[in-house]
């Protein structure tokens, strides 16, 4: 069982830069690939960019290719996504999620799921 905690979302001019910080709990972390999703209103949830067990292999979406950043702290038992040169269309609720095996680019490939943080960009 794993259990995930976001935190780090805000609001943010265009621009600018956030730090999301997802904690897990869970003795088996380290086996698990770790990957950030986002949704804004009325659409539906995407990938964002995904990191394996290892810590490496970090995959990106094409949209955030460049300007977001996947690492992993196995001492803290955390995964952060640096934000940055955010845009007004980065704005939606961020969800870190977990599952066995190597990150996948689909929602429904994730086992563990944290509640989401904010984040709004404005323009």
């Known amino acids: 069982q794993v259990q995930l905690v976001e935190t780090g979302g805000g609001l943010v001019q265009a621009g600018g830069s956030l730090r999301l910080s997802c904690a897990a709990s869970?003795?088996?972390?380290?086996?698990?690939?770790m990957g950030w999703f986002r949704q804004a209103p009325g659409k539906e949830r995407e990938f964002v960019a995904h990191?394996?067990?290892?810590?490496?292999?970090?995959y990106y979406a094409d949209s955030v290719k460049g300007r977001f950043t996947i690492s992993r702290d196995f001492a803290k038992n955390t995964v952060l996504l640096q934000l940055n040169s955010l845009k007004p269309e980065d704005t939606a609720v961020y969800y870190c999620?977990?599952?066995?095996?190597?990150?996948?680019?689909?929602?429904?490939?994730?086992?563990?799921w944290g509640q989401g943080t904010q984040v709004t960009v404005s323009s």
């Open positions: 999620a977990a599952r066995r095996g190597l990150g996948v680019t689909t929602p429904r490939g994730y086992d563990y």
């Open positions: 990191i394996n067990w290892s810590g490496g292999n970090p």
């Open positions: 869970g003795r088996t972390f380290s086996s698990y690939a």
